[in-house]
């Protein structure tokens, strides 16, 4: 245990090589779908990272929909009363 108290997992350094193993893991995989063969319906799809990107691109559209959908759902927090 840390004299601290700390977790390892919440230490500054831990979080910054945390994300910078994810960073490079993601730019590896990306970088090697170079060597993949694609079969290509649109011939878009074919590009290299085309499927990381749009993947990216759908998540941002899911969040930014689900923040929309919160605005039109809310209730006010008095909703059912007291």
């Keep these: 245990m840390d004299p601290k108290g700390d977790h390892w997992l919440v230490r500054p350094g831990t979080i910054k090589a945390l994300w910078r193993g994810g960073i490079f893991a993601l730019v590896g995989l990306v970088a090697a779908d170079v060597f993949v063969p694609h079969d290509a319906t649109f011939g878009v799809d074919g590009w ?11 998540c941002v559209g899911m969040v930014l929909g689900a923040k929309v959908l919160a605005k039109v759902l809310k209730r006010p927090d008095d909703y059912y009363g007291e």
């Design 48 to 58: 290299p990272g085309f499927s990381a990107g749009f993947g990216f691109l759908a």
